[in-house]
């Protein structure tokens, strides 16, 4: 590995590396102060609730709840940031507050915590770019994507009256709307260009140019004689 794709490597890691770090460090104090942390969630259509559209994401009810979020927006961050770096502090802050302010719209009246609105936003955002893009390296990503996380589509299903669906679903709906949003910015196809020259004469690109039949010279080998057959 190059020392510049090192260091894109390790810049792309760093984003989502600090803020888990930021999450695990938050539930820490929380916990060893026993401090209750749920209240500033969000609670849809509540003007107390605003509060939880930045600060929910933040906020995780136990270590179970904040290790299942961990490692997928380690994963899906560094991909965000390593594959699309030039919109991808767009897509985070985009996906971080819209996630959340659907979830306070629309909800059902309880808190809402936990940063699985933001996993839902980037799993959703780069499942489907690539095949906006059609571009065949994000699309292996996509796909890859889809094979990791592909089972959070169950999610958005209103199974577990514990787990806030809703949160889920704007998440993943907020990643498919930025996708599409963006697809004009970032890695794209590379497109064949050709000289100008070549368009004058009506060259187009690949085109395979045939000679015309009066153009071709034929080459011959004269023939030896051979001295016995008196050729």
Same mark, same amino acid.
């Given at each position: ?38 209240? /500033? !969630?969000? *609670?849809?259509? +509540?003007?107390?609730?605003? #509060?939880? @559209?930045? =600060?929910?994401? %933040? ?63 980037? /799993? !959703?955002? *780069?499942?489907? +770019?690539?095949?906006?893009? #059609?571009? @065949?390296? =994000?699309?292996? %990503? ?90």
């Amino acid at each position: 590995m190059e020392k510049a794709e090192k260091k894109k490597f390790f810049y792309s890691f760093l984003f989502p590396a600090l803020f888990v770090s930021l999450l695990w460090v938050i539930h820490g104090v929380a916990y060893y102060a026993k401090f209750e942390l749920t209240p /500033f !969630g969000i *609670l849809p259509r +509540s003007v107390s609730g605003l #509060k939880g @559209i930045l =600060l929910s994401p %933040l906020i995780h009810g136990d270590l179970n709840h904040l290790f299942n979020n961990s490692v997928p927006l380690l994963l899906l961050g560094w991909a965000l940031f390593y594959f699309y770096r030039q919109v991808a502090f767009k897509v985070a802050l985009w996906s971080f507050l819209l996630a959340g302010l659907y979830t306070w719209i629309s909800a059902r009246t309880s808190y809402h915590i936990g940063a699985s609105g933001l996993v839902y936003a980037l /799993f !959703g955002f *780069l499942f489907i +770019s690539g095949f906006i893009r #059609k571009y @065949i390296p =994000l699309i292996a %990503l996509s796909f890859l994507v889809a094979f990791l996380y592909g089972s959070l589509i169950w999610g958005i299903l209103p199974w577990d009256k514990g787990v806030s669906w809703e949160g889920h679903f704007w998440g993943l709906f907020v990643g498919l709307i930025l996708a599409f949003f963006y697809r004009k910015q970032g890695p794209q196809r590379k497109e064949f260009k050709w000289d100008e020259d070549d368009e004058e004469l009506g060259i187009l690109p690949n085109e395979v140019i045939q000679p015309k039949e009066s153009e071709i010279v034929y080459h011959f080998v004269p023939k030896k004689k051979d001295p016995e057959s008196g050729d």
